[in-house]
């Protein structure tokens, strides 16, 4: 197979509440299949891989080339070792929508508090649907085709008793990466993630507290500290299976150093080996780091420029948590630069916080949040 933009096609399967998905989130289209193998089959898939093949690249493909951020597939197929016939290299578990805050940047499909929220709201919501497919039999799938990483996600996947069902029957190799929002210890769930010979849970967050809680309606950072906290006193008292997540927006590119240095106060002991890891907003397109206006956008490189000098503030030399800090921001400052201004979507920005503020209480406001 000839050089591709990413594997993921041939190499990975991407579950939904509502079914399955291409490669990452590539499309917010669901496919309601019986079965993973069923998926694995279907004509959508087969007709994706072919356009990959052919180089026929849509824009959201382009940008997550451009941006780097390519789900760590590489950009050849097979990655690292050759995978037989049917085999799969990672899997997504995306398994349901069960959360308790709702953030700004996050799709409907993934919040049913959000979902709710938007309701409300008047705003494009997700009703609810049901799994289209038995949850059980797609492990045991999953098992039988050898992938070797899987991500835990959600919704938060704490909040979901079929997650724990996953973890039960997922084998014990499987390199598991587990993505929750923190606002809820559960030592179970948490004792089966232990259980893997590799794992790694990432506590994700919008910056430092006022931003995180700015961006993450009903979420408590004090809490989710606390849920960290916790979970490193357990099983990983170094720090070393533990991640701090930082969702790159066009909000949170002001604030890079204040959360580093808010996570390195907050666990003084384990700092040194925590990993600032990062997604990066692609949907909604309004959220992403290049959508600011020129002089917002030039006022947001200023501040990482400034950032990044100061880094020895950040970690020790040599540190995870100062290499991931200097990663992330040299990764917000390539971000900016990925596409034009869209001022329609800067419109559609400022009309979705202003409609989301209107449910709120009073507190703090975009306009501080971006500086001006």
Request: hydrophobic residues 35%; charged residues 20%; glycine residues 6%.
């Amino acid at each position: 197979m000839s050089k591709i933009i990413c594997g993921a096609p041939w190499s990975s399967a991407n579950f939904s509440p509502q079914g399955f998905q291409f490669c990452c989130q590539h499309n917010r289209q669901h496919y309601p299949y019986p079965t993973l193998a069923a998926w694995l089959d279907s004509p959508e898939l087969r007709m994706f891989q072919q356009r990959m093949a052919a180089e026929d690249y849509d824009s959201i493909c382009r940008r997550c080339l451009a941006g780097g951020h390519n789900a760590g597939y590489g950009m050849y197929v097979p990655h690292g070792e050759p995978l037989k016939p049917g085999e799969l290299w990672m899997v997504n578990f995306f398994m349901s929508s069960h959360c308790n805050i709702a953030c700004r940047t996050c799709s409907p499909h993934f919040s049913d508090t959000q979902s709710n929220f938007r309701r409300k709201l008047g705003l494009p919501h997700q009703p609810a649907v049901e799994r289209p497919y038995d949850v059980i039999q797609a492990v045991l799938e999953v098992n039988r085709r050898g992938a070797r990483h899987a991500i835990i996600a959600g919704g938060d996947p704490v909040y979901e008793t079929l997650y724990k069902q996953i973890l039960l029957f997922l084998r014990k190799d499987v390199q598991i990466s587990v993505v929750t929002n923190g606002q809820r210890y559960d030592d179970e769930f948490f004792q089966l993630v232990a259980q893997f010979d590799r794992y790694r849970v990432s506590f994700s967050q919008d910056g430092p507290t006022e931003v995180n809680e700015y961006m993450r309606t009903f979420a408590k950072t004090e809490r989710s500290y606390a849920t960290m906290q916790e979970w490193l006193e357990r099983y990983d008292p170094d720090g070393t299976h533990t991640g701090v997540g930082i969702t790159v927006s066009n909000v949170t590119v002001f604030h890079l150093l204040e959360f580093a240095l808010e996570i390195q106060t907050q666990f003084p002991e384990c700092a040194p080996n925590l990993e600032l890891t990062y997604t990066v907003v692609s949907h909604p397109s309004y959220f992403t780091p290049s959508n600011l206006p020129a002089h917002l956008r030039q006022r947001a490189a200023e501040k990482i420029q400034a950032d990044l000098a100061r880094v020895s503030e950040v970690g020790t030399e040599g540190s995870l948590l100062r290499r991931s800090f200097q990663e992330i921001c040299e990764q917000a400052l390539h971000l900016l630069t990925l596409r034009d201004f869209v001022p329609a979507e800067w419109t559609e920005f400022l009309r979705f916080n202003s409609i989301h503020d209107s449910a709120l209480p009073p507190g703090i406001v975009l306009e501080n949040l971006l500086c001006e």
